[in-house]
T-cell receptor, first 114, second 111 residues
Framework: AQTVTQSQPEMSVQEAETVTLSCTYD???????LFWYKQPPSRQMILVIR??????QNATENRFSVNFQKAAKSFSLKISDSQLGDAAMYFC???????????FGKGITLSVRP | NAGVTQTPKFQVLKTGQSMTLQCAQD?????MSWYRQDPGMGLRLIHY???????DQGEVPNGYNVSRSTTEDFPLRLLSAAPSQTSVYFC??????????FGPGTRLTVT
């Protein structure tokens, strides 16, 4: 079974600074996708970024980028120019191409200091 | 296009009561899932479906039933509510490439 580990329960960043959220996963599959989801206080789950395992290039979406290290099974999220609206819980997730299941990490609470 | 809808948004049950959480999607997605979210536990998969008439268990299926008679609907039934089922429940759908579309969630309290 796949596992996703987010070892830091909380992080804090100064507004306009850069922060990196860590995620590791364990799998024996070669076909999979990785995601970062954001959950603000509204509770709504919002997709931040997605990475296909077969792509070597790291995904980017505006201020959000990932560092995907396939051999190390690491998938960290970098948030540049942090904004107050980035304060939320962030979940790393693994999607198996074999059984179509999405497995989440336990999440990390990010606070942004003005 | 409403996306994924869930009802109710909030519910309080007494131990032993049964209820059904409703979920519907209008994106013609084959895959639908139910998750529960508990503090410090992330989202855990309860049941999922890869198409109408096909369901399977996830990580924490005990105490819950599902059925999928249509592509659009995927209700979650609590057979006999227990305080351990107090949680936030999310329904989600996807077209098979992993990107989940989530409903707004249902906060359930069992007393």
């Amino acid at each position: 079974a796949q596992t996703v580990t987010q070892s830091q329960p909380e992080m804090s960043v100064q507004e306009a600074e850069t922060v990196t959220l860590s995620c590791t996963y364990d799998t024996s599959e070669s076909d999979y996708y990785l995601f970062w989801y954001k959950q603000p206080p509204s509770r709504q789950m919002i997709l931040v970024i997605r990475q296909e395992a077969y792509k070597q290039q790291n995904a980017t979406e505006n201020r959000f980028s990932v560092n995907f290290q396939k051999a190390a099974k690491s998938f960290s999220l970098k948030i540049s120019d942090s904004q107050l609206g980035d304060a939320a819980m962030y979940f790393c997730a693994y999607f198996s191409g074999a059984n179509s299941k999405l497995t989440f990490g336990k999440g990390i609470t990010l606070s942004v200091r003005p | 296009n409403a996306g994924v809808t869930q009802t109710p948004k909030f519910q309080v049950l007494k131990t032993g009561q049964s209820m059904t959480l409703q979920c519907a999607q209008d994106m013609n997605h084959e895959y639908m899932s139910w998750y529960r979210q508990d503090p410090g536990m992330g989202l855990r998969l309860i049941h999922y479906s890869v198409g109408a008439g096909i369901t399977d268990q996830g990580e924490v299926p005990n105490g819950y039933n599902v059925s999928r008679s249509t592509t659009e609907d995927f209700p979650l039934r609590l057979l006999s509510a227990a305080p351990s089922q107090t949680s936030v429940y999310f329904c989600a759908s996807n077209r098979g490439l992993g990107e989940q579309y989530f409903g707004p969630g249902t906060r359930l309290t069992v007393t």
